[in-house]
Structure formats: structure tokens, C-alpha cells
């Protein structure tokens, strides 16, 4: 009886044990000892896998972007990803959010790394009836001797938590050696971006898992149009009662019109009977157009004329945004490295709200008349 065992092996990563691929690993290996001996097949051999290389290599380039494979998110440094300098996102954020006509106008805090959000404490005041202030304070004329009346201010939190804005891009390796492009224009793009993207939320933002723009706010007042008022027009009527209803320091008013409203106010005039007509509620400086003496700027963000947000009278003092410091630059050399290109991942966390919750009830003023920081015109349609 043969009591000899099979000597065997442990399987290998790219062969799993069978008769057939073991005797192909040792006929591979012999083919490999004799080219190892001559110098001239050796090299031939090499030429072969190397142009071979190249083949593969290029066909899975065209089969990936023809596809087009979705890149995956790498986070991770053991996988590539790298943060760059802090002057890079330091000249990012300031290049994108210092020319912002909104934003650089709003009252914005900044939440420590380890913050996830913020309470921050606002005056509850909802109305200024019998001389109230700020949620309740008031002083009283007293008598000597008499007893004092106490009164306190009213203060809610205003919950602010930053939510996570993201930008994906890629160069080539090629693109690379150009480290101008790189550095001033890809980051010039995302800084715009960043920037149009917070300021659409402060104006449009819906308050669900980003900010609460001011144009669906509650503490906002949508002012109603004329009896008879045609589509898609604006009417000096329309301009005066908004800022009758408006609340806020002149100094810190700002009108915000999309830019073909900017017609329909050139066309307003106040007429003064037969005689001609008087200056209208809308003028004109070397600095730009002015409502009430107050400046008109145009913003993408307005909605196009006709539409509720399509002119915005605010003090944006009164609106809290926050943040968590510059916008964050990584960078991997591995998302798509098959391909030769490399992904560049920009984060920023935002959020933002107006101070007050509701609009308030003036000192002196008919029934039912409201003012706030933040007005509108409905849709005229």
C-alpha cells in the first residue's frame, strides 16, 4: 500500500490551488529561469509587458470616461487625501464671501471646530404697544415713595447649526504642471461659488437642512399689490408702503433687486398736476440707484420681476449666520488615479436665520399694522 501524502502548497493570492493552475505556475516559472539566463529575451520580454502595460492602461482610461464613473468620496489620508496649507482656504473664503453684497452685511459668528451648533440669544420682541421695548422693558414716570414697576426683556435662542456645503473638482496630471490655473483660477471658481450658494440660502434658503432665507422667514412681511396692478410691474405705491413697513436702521437698509426690476424703476415718476412732474421716490448718484435715499443693489438671488423676491427691502444686521471657519481644501491623488487625474474637495458648513421670529406690532400705528427688518412684494401676476 503507497502511504505516501501528495506533498502540497499553500494557496496563492492569484491561484487557488488547482492541478491545472499549479501546473501553469510551474511552467510560467521555468520560462522565467531560462529568459533569466539570456539577456536578449529578457529584454525582449520586458518590452512586451511594459508596451502591454501601456495597452491596459489606456484602454481602461477610454472604457472609464466613456462610462463615466462617478468618482468615490476619499477622505481618508492612508488613502491619499491630504489638507493643504491654510493660506489656501484663508484666500478662498476671503476672495468669495468679501465681495459679497449680502453676506458681508449680515451679523456672522463663528462656532469653534469642536461646536456642532449654537444657541444664540435674541430679544423675543413681538410687539412695542404702551411703550414697550426690546420683549418687555418700559420705564414709568413714579412718584416719590411709591413703589417701582418691574418689567423684564423677553429672550429666546435662536438655534444656528452649520450645515455641510461640499464642491468636488479634478485636474489632470497635465494640468498640474500649471500650477497658476490651479492656484488662483480653480480656487477663484469654488470661492464664487461658495459665496452665491450661502448667499441664495440668507435670501431663498427654505429652513430645512440649510437656512432660513428671508423671502419664506415668518418675521418677514409680504406686502400686498394695488388693486388693479397689471403683471410683472412695480408701482411707486408698492415702494412706499414697503418702507412704511419696514424696521430697521437706515444706515444698515439695503434695497436688493434682481436686475431687470432695475427698468421698471427708471420708469417711475411722481406726477405733480399739469405742471410737470416732481422728483420720484427714485434717484439717481455717481455711487448708483437709490429708493428713500437708501441704496439699490442687484443680486442673482432676487427672483425675476413679477415674482415675491424679486425686490427686497432689509436691514441685514438683523439676520445671524454661522459658520465654522474657512472653507476646508483637501486634496487626493487616488479618486481617480486610474485615469491620471486628481480630486480637489472643498467643505464649508453654514447656516443663518433672521433674529426675530414673527414681525412686530409698532408703538403707534393702525389696527393690525405690523413692521420688520425684512420686506417683500407679493407676486404680481
Not at 84 to 100: H, P, R
Not at 252 to 278: K, P
Not at 306 to 327: E, H, M, P, R
Request: proline share 4%; charged share 20%.
Amino acid at each position: 500500500m503507497n502511504n505516501h501524502h501528495p506533498v502540497t502548497a499553500p494557496d496563492q493570492p492569484i491561484y487557488r490551488g488547482s492541478a491545472a493552475s499549479a501546473l501553469g505556475q510551474q511552467l510560467f516559472d521555468i520560462k522565467n529561469a531560462a529568459i533569466s539566463r539570456d539577456p536578449s529575451a529578457r529584454s525582449r520580454l520586458e518590452k512586451t509587458q511594459n508596451r502591454n502595460r501601456e495597452i491596459l492602461e489606456a484602454k481602461a482610461r477610454q472604457e472609464n470616461r466613456a462610462a463615466g464613473t462617478p468618482s468615490l468620496a476619499v477622505g481618508i489620508p492612508s488613502d491619499g487625501g491630504f489638507s493643504l496649507q491654510a493660506e489656501t482656504a484663508a484666500d478662498l473664503s476671503a476672495a468669495g464671501f468679501g465681495n459679497s453684497e449680502v453676506l458681508s452685511r449680515c451679523d456672522n459668528r463663528i462656532l469653534n471646530p469642536d461646536v456642532q451648533f449654537s444657541n444664540v440669544v435674541a430679544v423675543d420682541e413681538k410687539g412695542r404697544i404702551n411703550g414697550l421695548r426690546h420683549g418687555g422693558a418700559a420705564v414709568y414716570t413714579t412718584s416719590e415713595l411709591d413703589e417701582l414697576t418691574q418689567t423684564t426683556t423677553a429672550l429666546r435662542l435662536n438655534k444656528l447649526e452649520p450645515q455641510k456645503l461640499t464642491g468636488l473638482s479634478s485636474a489632470s496630471d497635465e494640468m498640474l504642471l500649471d500650477a497658476l490655473f490651479l492656484g488662483t483660477e480653480n480656487r477663484k471658481v469654488f470661492a464664487e461659488a461658495y459665496a452665491f450658494k450661502c448667499q441664495d440660502q440668507v435670501i431663498n434658503g427654505s429652513g430645512a437642512g440649510e437656512a432660513l432665507g428671508v423671502v419664506n422667514a415668518n418675521a418677514t412681511i409680504k406686502v400686498s399689490k394695488e388693486s388693479g396692478q397689471g403683471a410683472a410691474t412695480i408701482l411707486t405705491r408698492n415702494l412706499s408702503r414697503m418702507w412704511a413697513m419696514f424696521h430697521g436702521e437706515t444706515k444698515n437698509a439695503v434695497w436688493l433687486i434682481n436686475r431687470n426690476v432695475a427698468s421698471a424703476l427708471d420708469e417711475l415718476i411722481v406726477l405733480a398736476g399739469t405742471g410737470g412732474t416732481t422728483p420720484g421716490i427714485v434717484s439717481y448718484a455717481p455711487g448708483g440707484m437709490y429708493i428713500k435715499g437708501v441704496p439699490v443693489v442687484e443680486i442673482e438671488q432676487c427672483e425675476t420681476l413679477g415674482t415675491v423676491g424679486d425686490i427686497i427691502l432689509a436691514d441685514f444686521s438683523q439676520y445671524t449666520t454661522a459658520n465654522k471657519g474657512d472653507v476646508n481644501e483637501a486634496m487626493s491623488i487616488h479618486v481617480h488615479f486610474i485615469d491620471g487625474q486628481n480630486a480637489f474637495r472643498f467643505i464649508y458648513y453654514f447656516d443663518g436665520q433672521p433674529r426675530f421670529a414673527e414681525p412686530i406690532t409698532p408703538y403707534k400705528g393702525a389696527s393690525g399694522a405690523k413692521v420688520s427688518p425684512f420686506v417683500v412684494l407679493e407676486t404680481r401676476s
